[in-house]
């Protein structure tokens, strides 16, 4: 059973930059492909990036491209997301997810979930 918990989260202001991590257990993580995904008050979960271990790819959601950089230390386990350049509408709960074998964009294709972590962006 993969566990993964979400670390580095916080209240910060526009223009600030973040560093999320996502420490694994419990799985051969460079078997996994990892992602992030988000949540928003009253809004459905949505995807962010993904990384995929076996062929070095890596993807984001159009609202990220640019900003948002997804990165993973194998020998660590964990898998990183640097968000630079903050917004407002950023505001979320940040997620993990892991799935075995190539990366998706979709809520229900993931089986392993972290806990989510608070970013709040003030303007």
């Known amino acids: 059973q993969v566990q993964l918990i979400e670390s580095g989260g916080g209240w910060v202001q526009a223009g600030d930059s973040l560093r999320l991590s996502c420490a694994a257990s419990?799985?051969?993580?460079?078997?996994?492909?990892m992602a992030w995904f988000r949540q928003a008050p009253g809004k459905e979960r949505e995807f962010v990036a993904a990384?995929?271990?076996?062929?070095?790819?890596?993807s984001y959601a159009d609202s990220v491209k640019g900003r948002f950089f997804i990165s993973r230390d194998n020998a660590k386990a964990t898998v990183y997301l640097q968000i630079n350049s903050l917004k407002p509408e950023d505001t979320a709960v940040y997620y993990c997810?892991?799935?075995?074998?190539?990366?998706?964009?979709?809520?229900?294709?993931?089986?392993?979930w972290g806990q989510g972590t608070q970013v709040t962006v003030s303007s």
């Open positions: 997810a892991a799935r075995y074998g190539y990366s998706r964009i979709t809520v229900n294709e993931y089986p392993y």
């Open positions: 419990g799985g051969t993580f460079s078997s996994y492909a």
């Open positions: 990384s995929n271990w076996r062929t070095g790819s890596t």
